[in-house]
């Protein structure tokens, strides 16, 4: 069954921390993504790579980074976190080339900035 | 940002009825999607209709698409309990096709 696996499903992370939000994918995707899901807002685009050591800012950039040093593996970095980084995290893949960008999704990482 | 907006917000019907969810969006699209969430979990793609299509099925699944009116729907029939989850649309308006932009969701509860 093929899959998008997130290595934290829940984190609590106090001000100023560094997090690492780890994303691996084995469908051999192209492209990665990382959103940010709040209550009213829906899925706000972060980052995202469509091929290895390759990123784009989407939405909200801002506080965020991204690295992608091989083609499984799409890592979300909060170099200081703050409280309105408080948020579930979703990743997701999709294949280059199919017409569409028709995302898989991993379980999500719910991370609670105190 | 040139996200859809789904209508209504949420939605309760009793089981075996169907439900009805909309979608509004702003700008040229390249194709719509539909996803399902259930309850704290990542999102489960349902369907893709592309920009030249009006309508499509899949099982109790009825998505149309009306581009002059930049909106889509998604009926699900026969609704069971296990339907209950939010429901996003989903638009591809960019020509790389990359940056796919969520609605806010419907959240949907059947009722047994």
């Known amino acids: 069954d093929v899959k998008v696996t997130q290595s934290s499903r829940y984190l609590v992370k106090r001000t100023g921390e560094k997090v690492f939000l780890e994303c691996v994918q084995d469908?051999?995707?192209?492209?990665m993504f990382w959103y940010r899901q709040d209550p009213g807002l829906g899925l706000r685009l972060i980052y995202f790579?469509?091929?290895?050591?390759?990123?784009e800012k989407g939405d909200i950039p801002e506080g965020y980074s991204v690295s992608r040093e091989k083609k499984e593996r799409f890592s979300l970095i909060l170099e200081s976190a703050s409280t309105n980084q408080t948020s579930m995290y979703l990743c997701?893949?999709?294949?280059?080339?199919?017409?569409?960008?028709?995302?898989?999704f991993g379980a999500g990482s719910r991370l609670t900035v105190l | 940002s040139q996200q859809g907006e789904e209508d209504p917000q949420a939605l309760s019907i009793q089981e075996g009825e169907n439900a009805t969810m909309n979608c509004s969006y702003k700008?040229?699209?390249?194709?719509l999607q539909w996803y399902r969430q259930n309850s704290g979990r990542g999102l489960v793609h349902l369907i893709l209709?592309?920009?030249?299509?009006r309508e499509k099925h899949s099982g109790r699944l009825r998505v149309t698409l009306d581009t002059s009116k930049k909106s889509s729907s998604l009926l699900i029939t026969a609704s069971r309990a296990a339907d209950t989850a939010s429901y996003f649309c989903?638009?591809?308006?960019?020509?790389?096709?990359?940056?796919?932009?969520f609605g806010a969701g419907t959240r949907l509860f059947v009722k047994a």
């Open positions: 997701a893949s999709s294949l280059l080339g199919s017409g569409a960008n028709v995302l898989t």
């Open positions: 989903a638009t591809d308006f960019d020509p790389g096709g990359f940056k796919t932009i």
């Open positions: 209709i592309r920009s030249n299509e």
């Open positions: 790579s469509y091929d290895v050591k390759m990123k």
């Open positions: 700008t040229s699209i390249n194709n």
């Open positions: 469908m051999d995707h192209e492209n």
